[in-house]
């Protein structure tokens, strides 16, 4: 009896475990924060879902609600706009880069680039990211400037940096 007790507890917290630690795509993981439902509200407006829940590996540069709000009036509501999904498009893939880069990753190409590195986003826009006070910025296109707030929040498809302003592609 204390056998089969035993072991239905085993099986119990083995289940548990595995439910805690269930990897989460990209996507899962913007879902469940308050900070990122205007980022969310865009992705599913663009149609965007399916493909950050794709295998990648992808690294999402992460704008906060406070990001979206510091954009000129009306911007957000102009670019949820069924007519304007293409626009939106591009604003969120310029925000995705292929491949895991975590913050060591980023931090050491920053490095080896003598203080600043060049990468390409997946909508073939150029992002340049640099250090500043110990932080990483990104610099966009047009000169506007976002700093990461928050590093390597790991999923199974990619690593999400969270920043605190919107960069736009040209």
Do not use: C, R, W
Request: aromatic letters at 4%; a neutral charge; zero cysteines.
């Amino acid at each position: 009896m204390k056998f089969k007790l035993l072991s239905l507890v085993f099986v119990a917290v083995s289940s548990l475990f595995s439910v805690l630690n269930a990897q989460k795509t990209i996507v899962d993981i913007a879902v469940g924060s308050k900070d990122h439902t205007t980022l969310v509200a865009a992705v599913t407006a663009a149609d965007l879902v399916a493909v950050l829940q794709g295998t990648g590996p992808f690294t999402v540069f992460a704008p906060v609600n406070a990001a979206f709000a510091k954009l000129p009036e009306g911007t957000v509501t102009t670019l949820l706009k069924v007519e304007n999904k293409a626009a939106l498009a591009k604003v969120l893939t310029y925000h995705v880069v292929a491949g895991n880069l975590d913050a060591a990753t980023v931090v050491k190409a920053i490095t080896d680039g003598g203080g600043k590195v060049e990468v390409t986003t997946v909508s073939g826009g150029k992002l340049t990211v640099s250090l500043k006070d110990g932080k990483v910025i990104l610099t966009d296109e047009n000169g506007g400037v976002a700093t990461v707030l928050v590093t390597d929040l790991k999923a199974d498809n990619g690593v999400i940096h969270v920043i605190d302003s919107v960069v736009l592609p040209k």
